[in-house]
């Protein structure tokens, strides 16, 4: 009788963890708006079924993850591309005021060597503090500048523009400057 009772409760238990793993696999789809369209995924009976649609379903989020992977892959060559080829001088500088992206066209107008300040804090190479007053501003306050002269190092005279730019939540995350000579 213990053992049949222990077997009983093995089975409840292994039942109960299936029909939970069930609903956060419904969960999963629901949340990524497929439940009407695969819920063979969650509707399977038996423990092989359920090995099949949680292994079709694993195959499916895998193919969504590469999709997104190569959709920002083409999106960010895209983005570079025009970067590169603007007229303006572009920087984008993160939370911690650390240089992400410079096209070339800024390099040039800094007098900067290509490549030496990205991944470097802006200020190792930018030590205007009317720029760097803004660039703090816009991170914290989310305040924009728009054409505002400034003289970069003795004989650099430079327009920029800053603005910050928000993730979904409406958090700043990253702030784009713009260099344009006055004209």
């Given amino acids: 009788i213990g053992i049949v009772f222990v077997i009983g409760l093995f089975f409840l238990d292994t039942q109960s963890w299936f029909i939970r793993l069930q609903g956060c696999l419904r969960a999963s789809l629901e949340e990524r708006k497929l439940v009407d369209h695969f819920d ?3 509707q399977s009976t038996t423990y092989e079924e359920f090995t099949q649609a949680l292994t079709g379903l694993l195959s499916l989020y895998k193919l969504f993850d590469n999709m997104k992977t190569s959709w920002v892959s083409l999106e960010m060559s895209s983005v570079k591309v025009i970067l590169n080829h603007i ?7 993160d939370k911690e005021k650390v240089v992400t ?9 800094l007098k900067l060597i290509p ?20 660039l703090d501003k816009a991170l914290e306050f989310d305040h924009r500048v728009v054409r505002e ?8 005279e430079l327009e920029f523009s ?3 730019i928000k993730d979904k939540f409406g958090e700043v995350i990253r702030v784009l400057v713009i260099l344009q000579h006055p004209s």
Avoid: C, W
């Fill in 40 to 42: 063979q995924f969650y």
């Fill in 87 to 93: 007229t303006e001088g572009i920087v984008m500088v």
């Fill in 101 to 109: 992206h410079i096209n070339h066209r800024a390099e040039t107008m």
């Fill in 115 to 134: 490549g030496e300040i990205v991944d470097q804090a802006i200020s190792r190479k930018i030590s205007n503090p009317v720029m760097l007053d803004h």
């Fill in 149 to 156: 002269p400034v003289v970069f190092k003795e004989d650099v």
């Fill in 162 to 164: 800053v603005f910050p």
